[in-house]
T-cell receptor
Framework: GENVEQHPSTLSVQEGDSAVIKCTYS??????FPWYKQELGKRPQLIID?????GEKKDQRIAVTLNKTAKHFSLHITETQPEDSAVYFC???????????FGPGTRLSVLP | GAGVSQTPSNKVTEKGKYVELRCDPI?????LYWYRQSLGQGPEFLIY????????DSGLPNDRFFAVRPEGSVSTLKIQRTERGDSAVYLC????????????FGPGTRLTVT
């Protein structure tokens, strides 16, 4: 089955700097890769996603890139703000079972 | 419109007891997922429904866990003979079941087994 790894596990950046979180997956048949933001005690919220037929997608300060050959995808947050502080999870959608496999998460802290 | 809802929000039970956790998906969403999230970890897949049937139950840890979705809408996750290791937040998510694949999470049920 699918296995998703995520790095780093924690990340601290100064407000205004950029943050990059990287994930790798093992199943080349996976075709959908969402990113979720989870604040303490809250539900995971979808912030951006990418499908396997696209290499990059951007939404304001957030972008995701996908390298199918290397089987990795990354989340880029520019001009970080304190409210970006949260745990971020990447996930890959299994093409057979249609279930989602999540990475272990990255705790992002944006320091004012 | 209404999002995914889950009840109860918190459940405390004694070891060995039976519990039921309920999920109300977004109206019209045919796909429904159950996950378990332990502190400091990502959601762990348990079971996926497409309509009334369990399309993939490979994540259920053992036969104490069971889930149903009899009418293709509300789902109930049932845990028998609860153990302290079952303590976690149980998340439900739903999606339209076909492209786009976006899934939307409920607020979760925090289960504590004492």
């Amino acid at each position: 089955g699918e296995n998703v790894e995520q790095h780093p596990s924690t990340l601290s950046v100064q407000e205004g700097d950029s943050a990059v979180i990287k994930c790798t997956y093992s199943d080349s048949a996976s075709n959908y890769f969402p990113w979720y933001k989870q604040e303490l005690g809250k539900r995971p919220q979808l912030i951006i996603d990418i499908r396997s037929n696209v290499g990059e997608k951007k939404d304001q300060r957030i972008a995701v890139t996908l390298n199918k050959t290397a089987k990795h995808f990354s989340l880029h947050i520019t001009e970080t703000q304190p409210e970006d502080s949260a745990v971020y999870f990447c996930a890959a959608r299994d093409n057979y079972g249609q279930n989602f496999v999540f990475g272990p998460g990255t705790r992002l802290s944006v320091l004012p | 419109g209404a999002g995914v809802s889950q009840t109860p929000s918190n459940k405390v039970t004694e070891k060995g007891k039976y519990v039921e956790l309920r999920c109300d998906p977004i109206s019209g969403h045919t796909a429904l997922y159950w996950y378990r999230q332990s502190l400091g970890q990502g959601p762990e897949f348990l079971i996926y429904f497409q309509g009334t049937g369990a399309a993939d139950d490979s994540g259920l840890p053992n036969d104490r866990f069971f889930a149903v979705r009899p009418e293709g809408s509300v789902s109930t996750l049932k845990i028998q003979r609860t153990e302290r290791g079952d303590s976690a937040v149980y998340l439900c998510a739903s999606s339209s079941g076909q492209g786009p694949y976006e899934q939307y999470f409920g607020p979760g049920t925090r289960l504590t087994v004492t």
